[in-house]
């Protein structure tokens, strides 16, 4: 049998207004660092939505169970 992989995905759409006019970078950091408040509180996955609240993408982690 195969193992299990760790994994880490983020998926980030960026073509809303959040992201113009050179606030891209900025708004995807932001959405970094929420995620790894997520992560720390335990947070294994969930939608993103950019600071003016529309849907953006979505984040998950993956750490399989050790047998």
Same mark, same amino acid.
């Given at each position: 049998m195969a193992k299990r992989k760790? $994994?880490?995905r983020m998926?980030? #759409? /960026? &073509?809303?207004?959040?992201? &113009?006019?050179?606030?891209g970078? !900025? #708004?995807v950091s932001? $959405? $970094?660092k929420e995620v790894? !408040?997520?992560v $720390? &509180? !335990? !947070? /294994?996955g969930g939608d993103l939505h950019d600071i003016n609240g529309?849907?953006?993408?979505t984040w998950s982690l993956t750490f399989p169970k050790e047998k």
């Open positions: 760790n $994994l880490f998926k980030i #759409e /960026t &073509d809303n207004a959040a992201f &113009d006019y050179g606030n970078p !900025g #708004e932001r $959405l $970094l790894q !408040g997520l $720390l &509180d !335990g !947070g /294994t529309n849907f953006v993408g």
